[in-house]
T-cell receptor, first 113, second 113 residues
Framework: EAQVTQNPRYLITVTGKKLTVTCSQN?????MSWYRQDPGLGLRQIYY???????DKGDVPEGYKVSRKEKRNFPLILESPSPNQTSLYFC????????????FGSGTRLTVV | KNQVEQSPQSLIILEGKNCTLQ??????????LRWYKQDTGRGPVSLTI?????NTKSNGRYTATLDADTKQSSLHITASQLSDSASYIC????????????FGTGTRLQVTL
């Protein structure tokens, strides 16, 4: 089944403790992206990647890192999480020409206390 | 600044009734417009995607329209079902690649008995 898999689905952590949210897709998509979704706001892009070893900042990159060492994986790294990073995170993938729309993962609900 | 505005913010309708959701955008240059359905706590799922030259596109009981001149789109849901209860998000792509999307904040639809 074609899908984007995020792990974990839920995560509670403490301020300053490094964490990684994994994202993997099995559709051979070139493009992958991370978003966060907060109440009353639309999805906001954190980072995106056009292909392996090619990443760029989105609208809200502060406090996040990403890497794209393999085509299928695009982990999101929070080196020193803070409470304002408490949010619902989504990974998405798509083709370069984006003719079919994105495929989104099921989301990761992160709480930083 | 590119913006996507959706109305209404929320809507309650009786099962079996029709409804229309609106999307206005200022994104330029325009590439395509998508409608996504997002169940609570889940990732968005693509309903339709329309390019500049397409005026209407259907997906089952969902019909999207696009007026690129007035920069407006609508999503019409026919014979609503309880399972249509979700948020509907309008997303506009700025360029010919997958990299830059602007998300609306969504319309929350509740279908009741």
């Amino acid at each position: 089944e074609a899908q984007v898999t995020q792990n974990p689905r839920y995560l509670i952590t403490v301020t300053g403790k490094k964490l990684t949210v994994t994202c993997s897709q099995n559709m051979n998509h070139e493009y992958m992206s991370w978003y966060r979704q907060d109440p009353g706001l639309g999805l906001r892009q954190i980072y995106y990647s056009m292909n392996v070893e090619v990443t760029d900042k989105g609208d809200v990159p502060e406090g996040y890192k990403v890497s794209r060492k393999e085509k299928r994986n695009f982990p999101l790294i929070l080196e020193s999480p803070s409470p304002n990073q408490t949010s619902l995170y989504f990974c998405a993938s798509g083709t370069y020409r984006d003719t079919l729309g994105y495929t989104f993962g099921s989301g990761t609900r992160l709480t930083v206390v | 600044k590119n913006q996507v505005e959706q109305s209404p913010q929320s809507l309650i309708i009786l099962e079996g009734k029709n409804c229309t959701l609106q999307c206005n955008y200022t994104v330029s240059p325009f590439s395509n417009l998508r409608w996504y359905k997002q169940d609570t706590g889940r990732g968005p799922v693509s309903l339709t995607i329309m390019t500049f030259s397409e005026n209407t596109k259907s997906n089952g009981r969902y019909t999207a329209t696009l007026d690129a001149d007035t920069k407006q789109s609508s999503l019409h849901i026919t014979a609503s079902q309880l399972s249509d209860s979700a948020s509907y998000i309008c997303v506009v792509s700025e360029s010919g690649t997958a990299s830059k999307l602007t998300f609306g904040t969504g319309t929350r639809l509740q279908v009741t008995l």
